[in-house]
């Protein structure tokens, strides 16, 4: 998403270009995009650069927002999956991203105005004209996860979910557990706080989406540095940095949780892949589970209207 909207201007094609090659060339197998990233243009930049590779990586998109509008921000973008928009936008992606088959389709937000029966449905319908492999839902609440489940097994639900944002392990994560469906944490490092490279005194550029969440006004990014001095001190221990900690803590909830790190740069992909190699011990990870319940994260994650789209 990074590569081409919401954190500020959008990064030179053949720069991304580069580095998502450079990605699958150090063994990364999973892209995340969406036909609301630019809007279309993520995807475009996604099919060029992965066109080499067919067959041996897996390519994520969503539908469900109206892009019918002048304004195509997912924030001002209504919702809309009803099940002909929701073929629509397959048609699309599947142009864009230069496939003849989407691996994993998500709604990308649910749709209180379509039931997600007829959602389920629609994809069900996509999956046996052989246009899309898996159905996923993102950021959606446990009942509508087992009513479509139902109608259309569900592979994977994609949700924010990090050190900094832990309610899916409320409810969602035991339920996917149940239900056998994997879970795609996005924003794992905190929408790059949990780098450490952040301070009170950072500020964001009025294209940059941060610049309008409560969790990254001056007051929010001082309070939450404690955080940031736990993933310090744990990551000199471990010769890592807090990003590679954030990661590592992710992928050592369950063998099933697959985090969607961004990037835009280089050493920070080489950065993120080496969580792989941190190995947390179950006395770390109660160590960080102690220290962090003592910390309460000051801010809300998206202004009002933006949340009340999630856990539906």
Do not use: C
Not at 1 to 30: C, H, N, Q, W
Not at 174 to 180: A, D, M, P, S, Y
């Amino acid at each position: 998403m990074g590569m081409s909207f919401s954190y500020g201007p959008p990064k030179d094609k053949k720069e991304m270009t580069a580095l998502l090659r450079a990605a699958v060339e150090r063994g990364i197998t999973f892209f995340d995009t969406a036909e609301v990233y630019g809007p279309f243009t993520n995807e475009e930049l996604v099919g060029e650069a992965l066109a080499p590779f067919r067959g041996k990586v897996v390519i994520a998109t969503k539908f469900g927002f109206d892009l019918s509008g002048s304004d195509k921000r997912p924030g001002a973008a209504g919702l809309s999956s009803r099940p002909e928009r929701i073929k629509q936008a397959v048609e699309g992606s599947l142009k864009r991203l230069k496939v003849d088959v989407i691996d994993l389709l998500y709604q990308h937000r649910v749709d209180l105005n379509v039931p997600i029966e007829d959602v389920a449905g629609a994809v069900k319908e996509l999956i046996q004209a052989g246009k899309v492999k898996h159905f996923g839902l993102s950021e959606a609440g446990v009942k509508t996860i087992r009513r479509a489940h139902k109608v259309q097994p569900v592979t994977a639900l994609q949700s924010e979910y990090s050190l900094w944002w832990r309610r899916p392990e409320e409810e969602v994560i035991l339920t996917l557990e149940e239900l056998g469906i994997g879970l795609v944490p996005y924003s794992p490092l905190g929408k790059g706080f949990l780098t450490g490279a952040m301070d009170a005194q950072t500020t964001f550029d009025n294209s940059d989406f941060r610049s309008q969440l409560p969790r990254f006004t001056p007051e929010a990014l001082k309070a939450n540095q404690t955080l940031i001095d736990l993933l310090g001190q744990i990551a000199k221990r471990k010769k890592a940095t807090p990003a590679q900690i954030a990661l590592a803590w992710l992928l050592a909830q369950r063998p099933w949780i697959v985090p969607i790190p961004g990037t835009t740069k280089l050493h920070r992909l080489d950065e993120n892949i080496g969580a792989v190699s941190v190995e947390l011990t179950p006395d770390d990870l109660r160590e960080i589970d102690s220290a962090a319940s003592k910390i309460t994260v000051q801010g809300a994650r998206y202004p009002e209207k933006l949340e009340q789209l999630t856990g539906r």
